[in-house]
């Protein structure tokens, strides 16, 4: 495992923490991307609030998660991945 995928994991791990710990409405909860988030994301795990990350690290972890779907044999749609990605960057955290 390289230094990169293991630092991504600790952050999901503690965006996992952190978002278990408060139960907040999702930015933007009810639109289109909101829903396309929870609904591919949230197949295999808990949604962690976009404000917990920066917008780097969604760029990182989208692009880790979206390796994990191809291997588990959901492939994200490019166009999914985008408007997902988008919503997350909008929505995230300046730290």
């Given at each position: ?38 609904d591919r994301c949230g197949r295999c795990h ?5 404000g917990m990350l920066t917008s780097a690290m ?8 979206e390796g994990e779907m191809k291997r588990r ?23």
């Open positions: 495992m390289s230094a990169r995928d293991l630092i991504v994991r600790l952050i999901a791990t503690l965006a996992l923490v952190a978002t278990a710990a408060c139960s907040q409405p999702l930015p933007e909860e009810g639109s289109a991307d909101a829903r396309l988030y929870v808990a949604v962690y609030m976009p969604w760029e990182a972890m989208v692009g880790r998660m044999g959901r492939p994200l749609d490019p166009v999914d991945r985008e408007r997902i990605l988008a919503y997350l960057q909008r929505n995230a955290g300046t730290r």
